[in-house]
């Protein structure tokens, strides 16, 4: 019998995540695209996850590559099953997060129809119960192909999550995840993007993204500025990209990644020393990329100015900030 290339090697790491695992698993060897692997990577877990991980592996030898590692974090167990992938394309799912059963096979549909680099899918917010808590519609208003030089746009749009899109596997040939940096995907993808011709779309709210009440994502601290050194390294490679020449959005991304999204983790950081810190390091920011407060203010996402859709406590949060007054945002916050 002969072996049959996968089409699409599914990369999920693995930490400690002993009762969610399963679910995530189920949903994977359950796809009705049955042409996949599956590159489970233990990184290091010290719960039940590796027996569980070995559970699956036996059960279903044919779809799931089972491989353990010392710690390394994220990017480093991403990156490790990189370098395993044999399929035409790559997907990421972490392994506290679930994805519905249609999701690989419409989304490489969409790869070949439109022959894309990349494809992106919606997301839900759901809670440990399973009910939705929040839909994320990624790219509204657009059609279901995209070609980023007449919809460049997009770039400063989209959210730049891994766990829903499906890469071309020749986008990673020289790019990998940094490690030991958090939002690595803000590092990444972008990166990734700018060496997309045509992306394509799904309206199908696919990936489902667990709100964890453990999460680490709960602790806010210094490691926020990864943010802003994300957007440095994406800024150093939009320079020699085909892209170059699109300076407005570049700004706009410098806007929504560098001052919103980090201002929006600010609002979290607890320590008053550590807040006024990394919030003299976000005027830098600002400063040396001469982006003017005016700019900020009506910078629009998918032609909706966003402050003014923000809910009022952040709206206030964001004004306070822009007017200087970051001793009344302690109180606020």
């Known amino acids: 019998m002969v072996n049959v290339p996968p089409r699409i090697s599914i990369i ?5 995540v002993e009762n969610y695992l399963a679910k995530c698993l189920d949903s994977l060897v359950n796809q009705t695209h049955q042409n996949i692997e599956i590159l489970v990577v233990d990184d290091g877990s010290k719960d039940r996850s590796g027996e569980i991980i070995k559970g699956y592996g036996d059960k279903y030898s044919d779809k799931i590559k089972t491989f ?3 710690n390394g974090g994220l990017s480093d167990a991403r990156n490790f099953g990189l370098e395993k992938a044999t399929g035409e394309y790559i997907g990421f799912v972490d392994s ?3 994805v519905t059963e249609t999701m690989f096979e419409e989304m490489l549909h969409l790869a070949e129809k439109h022959q894309a680099e990349m494809v992106i899918c919606n997301i839900q917010k759901v809670d440990e119960n399973g009910k939705v808590t929040q839909k994320l519609t990624q790219i509204p208003n657009m059609p279901e192909k995209i070609k980023l030089e007449e919809h460049f746009s997009v770039f400063s749009d989209i959210s730049y999550f891994a766990c829903n899109k499906l890469f071309k596997k020749e986008l990673f040939d020289q790019k990998r995840f940094k490690k030991g940096v958090h939002f690595e995907d803000i590092q ?3 990166q990734l993007l700018l060496e997309c011709e045509t992306i394509a ?12 009440t453990d999460s680490i994502t709960k602790t806010h601290t210094e490691k926020g500025l990864d943010i802003l050194k994300a ?4 800024e150093n490679v939009f320079g020699n990209s085909g892209y170059a020449h699109k300076r407005k959005e570049l700004k706009n991304f410098q806007i929504f990644e560098g001052v919103y999204s980090f201002l929006a983790y600010l609002a979290f950081v607890k320590d008053e020393k550590t807040f006024y810190s990394m919030a003299e390091k976000l005027s830098v920011f600002i400063r040396e990329r001469q982006i003017k ?7 629009s996402r998918f032609g909706t100015n966003y402050l003014l859709s923000l809910p009022v406590k952040k709206k ?3 004004l306070l900030f822009f007017a200087g007054q970051k001793k009344l945002i302690r109180k606020l916050i």
């Open 68 to 70: 353990t590692k010392e």
């Open 293 to 299: 407060i005016q700019d900020i203010l009506n910078y």
């Open 231 to 234: 957007v440095q390294d994406v």
């Open 316 to 318: 206030i949060f964001y």
């Open 201 to 212: 779309q799904t309206q199908g709210f696919h990936y489902q993204y667990l709100e964890r």
């Open 12 to 16: 999920v790491p693995v930490y400690n």
């Open 188 to 190: 990444l993808i972008p």
């Open 96 to 98: 506290d997060d679930y």
